[in-house]
């Protein structure tokens, strides 16, 4: 299902409402409203965003670092092998924090630039 953003109240309700989420799939906005595509696709992108892709490069970033110390140190860097799924669970949620912070910041930031768009029509 696709939510239509047509005013100022529908966009509100994105901010207020959290089960729109489990609700909808997708947002869009009409296409009477300013800059409806680009700012379409920014509210899709940080709305439904998991932090799954900065999750991701954390635990690719830590799994080079950690082959890198392993080979320097000739295998003594980790004496145990616990400790490495350690830091590699660590970075998985370490960056996948991040990545929700960010869109979270994004969205807010998406949401203010509509609401004052849509403050003037």
């Known amino acids: 299902m696709i939510y239509i953003v ?7 309700e ?4 959290p089960n729109l989420k489990q609700v909808y799939r997708k947002i869009q906005l009409d296409e009477n409203l ?3 595509t680009r ?5 899709n992108k ?3 965003a998991c932090g799954c892709q900065e999750g991701s490069m954390a635990v690719f970033a830590s799994m080079i670092g950690l082959a890198t110390a392993y080979f320097v140190t000739d295998g003594q860097f ?7 799924i350690a830091v590699l ?8 924090t991040a990545g929700i912070v ?20």
């Open 6 to 12: 047509k005013d100022l109240a529908s966009l509100e």
């Open 89 to 96: 669970a660590i970075a998985a949620l370490l960056g996948k």
């Open 39 to 43: 700012y379409s696709k920014q509210l």
């Open 34 to 36: 300013p800059l409806s």
């Open 46 to 48: 940080y709305y439904y």
């Open 14 to 17: 994105l901010k207020t409402n």
């Open 78 to 84: 980790f004496d145990t092998w616990w400790k490495g």
């Open 102 to 121: 960010y869109a979270k910041l994004k969205l807010k930031a998406t949401l203010r630039t509509l609401r004052k768009a849509l403050a003037t029509t």
